[in-house]
Nanobody
Framework: QVQLVESGGGLVQPGGSLRLSCAAS????????MGWYRQAPGKGRELVAR???????NYADSVKGRFFISRDNAKNTVSLQMQSLKPEDTAVYYC??????WGQGTQVTVSS
């Protein structure tokens, strides 16, 4: 049994910042990949950022240079620092841990 607990979503003005965090617990040890996906209303779920346990990262083109992912392998946590947020970043953000575990989602709304 693996549980993912997310925190850090909310409402922020355009240009603002938010930090999302996800803690994995249960029967999991140093998962290969930890990351974040998002799903905006009426759209499919898309990769935002992911990091492997050897430090390699992938980012969606739309967030490169604005979002930064980090993880703590010892604690099984992954975080997403989001800067210069835009209205189009509004979505439900989901933590994902390999092989296929998902968090419950946290809402991020960027609006003035």
């Amino acid at each position: 049994q693996v549980q993912l607990v997310e925190s850090g979503g909310g409402l922020v003005q355009p240009g603002g910042s938010l930090r999302l965090s996800c803690a994995a617990s249960g029967s999991i040890f140093n998962p290969y990949a930890m990351g974040w996906y998002r799903q905006a209303p009426g759209k499919g779920r898309e990769l935002v950022a992911r990091m492997t346990n050897d430090g390699r990262t992938n980012y969606a083109d739309s967030v490169k240079g604005r979002f930064f992912i980090s993880r703590d392998n010892a604690k099984n946590t992954v975080s997403l620092q989001m800067q210069s947020l835009k209205p189009e970043d509004t979505a439900v953000y989901y933590c994902n841990v390999s092989p296929n575990f998902w968090g419950q989602g946290t809402q991020v709304t960027v609006s003035s």
